[in-house]
């Protein structure tokens, strides 16, 4: 078996030859995990990243200038952002978020499942709040949130007939989590029972605020119908959102009477986001939290993750498993090793060129490598492949609330899909390096008429990267990896 391994990282090209099977060519690409390839200079120059025999450079990287400083962030609550003891607090960790998460009687046998997956007992506070109480095994009281019984809701009037009334029980979750009392919250989050969460960088993503101000932070649904037919200006709870402690206050305090206004709403969201009107709060949108109003698979919207720390994700019953030949809470418990490994870079999307194969490569970390054939713009790249389609199953591009491109339907201008297979990490203290291995999917190896090389040469691509957990805090340059 002939091969040869390109190492962007290592900065050489190296060959190899061993005996064995002669009829079947091997290789293994090493792809530095983090490259943002080529500038749009460089494209109209060259349309491949420089490559020789004995160096090569595939990728540019977003670099983010190291500052001891970063390890020890601080939030400054003064309006001029000044920095003084007197207004200087610690930094937001799990202990100050306070999770509350929607669930029901009816199906909770099945989707406790999913809450096992992220749910860190000791290290988390939170409650599943149910119409009534659910049986617990050991197993379930040592691995998931506390039950809690919603407050009967029959008082207030409910005339919709398109939603159910439990929308209105869910809609008070927030204020019945703020009159437990509970001792130092900053944030209550709230949650479906199908929603998985990446803790790490929900953490990263509320400390950028101030707790003490009045926050209702979320993000749209990816229907462009449901974001009309509700609004644009509302936090979808599938997704999630997070209301900071001083805003939960005043929604309690006038929840009640703002619900008994809105009897022809027709779910929880709409509900909450009526009394977040009246209180004058917008939303403030963060692209992390995934609604994920779709159906089908998933992998186009995976595969192109805006570079945004990714959150959460929803509708896990809705969409095909993850991972092919696998069931759903399988392939979700192999995608969460990706975000036990390295929260940080879980979904972030990287593209690369490979100049001898004429390839453009696009990685989602710890999910997908896709390699297609002849040179796609990054501008292309970074666009949704419509592997799925609409919450209301259509196949009409106009549905969508966000850009997305056709899957092609020649074979050759198709990706060739290496999913993830492995990951592992150095043990060096000082930058510990991270390895993702991803294996090649037979079933999107489809036949082309091309002469050009073909990616089912390909058996298996290991991306390696520098593990930073400060990546988000720091201004991005471009520079060589």
């Not at 953490?203 to 009045?214: A, E, G, I, M, N």
């Amino acid at each position: 078996m002939a091969g040869f391994l390109i190492s962007p990282a290592l900065g050489y090209l190296q060959t190899h030859s061993e005996r064995g099977n002669s009829r079947r060519f091997a290789a293994v690409i090493i792809v530095a995990a983090s490259c943002l390839c080529l500038s749009a200079l460089a494209l109209l120059t060259s349309y491949f990243c420089p490559i020789q025999r004995k160096s090569i450079d595939l990728c540019r990287t977003p670099s983010y200038p190291y500052s001891k400083a970063d390890d020890s962030r601080l939030l400054a609550t003064s309006v001029g952002g000044s920095v003084s003891p007197q207004n200087v607090i610690t930094a937001t960790n799990l202990s100050h978020v306070v999770f509350g998460i929607a669930a029901s009687s009816e199906l909770w046998e099945k989707r406790k499942e999913y809450l096992k997956l992220w749910w860190k007992p000791k290290k988390m506070r939170g409650f599943v709040w149910l119409e009534k109480k659910v049986r617990y095994t050991e197993e379930d009281a040592k691995t998931l949130p506390p039950q809690m019984l919603s407050a009967d809701t029959m008082r207030f009037k409910y005339t919709s007939r398109l939603g159910r009334r439990s929308g209105i029980r869910i809609s008070r979750i927030v204020s019945e989590m703020y009159r437990l009392g509970l001792p130092d919250v900053r944030w209550f989050v709230m949650s479906d029972d199908d929603t998985i969460f990446v803790a790490k960088n929900l953490l990263r993503v509320l400390s950028k605020y101030d707790h003490k101000q009045f926050y209702y932070i979320g993000s749209n649904s990816e229907s462009h119908m449901q974001n009309l037919a509700f609004s644009y200006n509302m936090a979808y709870g599938g997704g999630g959102f997070a209301i900071s402690y001083p805003l939960a206050k005043a929604l309690s305090s006038m929840q009640d009477d703002c619900l008994h206004r809105y009897p022809s709403l027709v779910g929880s969201d709409d509900r909450i986001h009526a009394c977040m009107a009246e209180l004058g709060v917008p939303l403030t949108k963060e692209p992390g939290f995934h609604q994920y109003d779709i159906r089908g698979n998933a992998l186009g919207l995976l595969a192109a993750h805006p570079l945004t720390p990714a959150i959460s994700l929803h509708h896990l019953d809705a969409i095909n498993p993850v991972f092919p030949n696998r069931t759903t809470l399988e392939a979700l418990n192999h995608l969460q090793r990706s975000i036990d490994e390295d929260p940080t870079h879980f979904l972030q999307q990287s593209i690369c060129y490979e100049k001898d194969r004429i390839w453009s490569i696009s990685i989602s970390w710890g999910y997908v490598v896709q390699i297609f054939r002849g040179v796609i713009e990054p501008r292309e790249l970074e666009v949704p492949l419509r592997t799925f389609y609409s919450w209301n199953r259509k196949a009409d591009f106009t549905t969508f609330a966000f850009n997305a491109r056709a899957y092609p339907r020649h074979p050759c201008e198709r990706p060739t899909l290496f999913y993830m297979h492995n990951i592992t990490t150095s043990s060096r203290q000082e930058r510990p390096r991270v390895e993702s291995f991803y294996i090649r999917d037979a079933a999107t190896s489809s036949p082309c008429p091309w002469t050009m090389p073909s990616p089912t040469s390909i058996d298996l691509i290991k991306v390696s990267r520098h593990k930073d957990e400060n990546m988000w805090n720091k201004a991005i340059e471009e520079n060589v990896f």
